[in-house]
């Protein structure tokens, strides 16, 4: 089967084609802002206008704006194209990045949050051993972390832990979508935000 990958959490913005466990064509930019401008027509330019009979795409944490557009382009070339559309959290792409550069190695994944928070979750063996957390870096620090450090605030979280940790700095890539493992893949679309909402609904702001 073809699988269609989109990745858009982070300030990356990413796809791939993958046929039989092989990236038939990638994309991968460094974006900052502006995934709702760059994504339909990077899809556009791939074979067979990415056509797939699969779409895998990141349910975050993350950009919240930009992992709302990667859910809203999958969802509707699925229905499209009669696809099946499976998210990934998108932590669990990182660690399995990691894992690809150090195999066997237990890995904390530490990517920018919001409001100088930073998301962290621990992944062993590609699979979380503890639950996602939007933490302060003091906290973060506090909490403590495997040996091997990946993501985008891993120099960051090093040099406060002051202890010699493998940092291993990167953002997600869809071409490398095909490692995580597939039973973190589901067909609950909803967005992983790793921290509460910023604004109080009406009705609790009539309480206060």
Known sequence: MRVLAIETASEACSIALIEGGRVIARDHRLIGRGHAEALVPMIAAL???????RILVSLGPGSFTGVRIGLATARALGFA???EV????TLALVAAQARAEQPGA???????GGHGEW????FINGLPDNALRSLAPAAAVEAGAHKAIAGNRTKELAALLDDGRLVIE???DAGEV????ENLL????APIYGRGADAKPMAERARA
């Open 106 to 112: 237990a890995v904390t994944v530490c990517m920018n």
């Open 178 to 181: 095909g490692m995580v493992p």
């Open 86 to 89: 499976l998210g990934y959290p």
């Open 47 to 53: 074979p067979d206008k990415g056509r797939a009979g």
């Open 119 to 122: 998301f962290v979750q621990d």
């Open 81 to 83: 194209w009669g696809a």
């Open 170 to 172: 990167l953002l997600p």
């Open 186 to 189: 589901t067909a609950n679309l």
